[in-house]
């Protein structure tokens, strides 16, 4: 019984997709700003840095509520 109740939970995960656009969106603004930095790497970079880990920080804040 648990090994059809592990394949229900996982196929009812794979078909599910109301988060994909957050995940696509977060993962093209990650690679915008990671590609700035290596292009302007003394200017932009510190800010880079200090706005990811403002994300961390705040993500770490929500996980543990």
């Known amino acids: 019984m ?5 394949r229900f ?5 794979w078909r599910d997709t109301r988060g994909q656009d957050f995940i696509e969106y ?3 603004v990650a ?3 990671v590609t700035v930095a290596a292009t302007f790497p003394t200017a932009v970079t510190k800010h880079v840095l ?12 929500a996980a543990t509520l």
């Open 9 to 13: 939970l996982r196929a009812k995960i």
């Open 26 to 28: 977060a993962l093209l």
């Open 2 to 6: 648990k090994t059809l109740w592990k």
């Open 50 to 61: 200090q706005i990811f880990s403002k994300v961390k920080s705040y993500t770490n804040d």
């Open 31 to 33: 690679f915008m700003s």
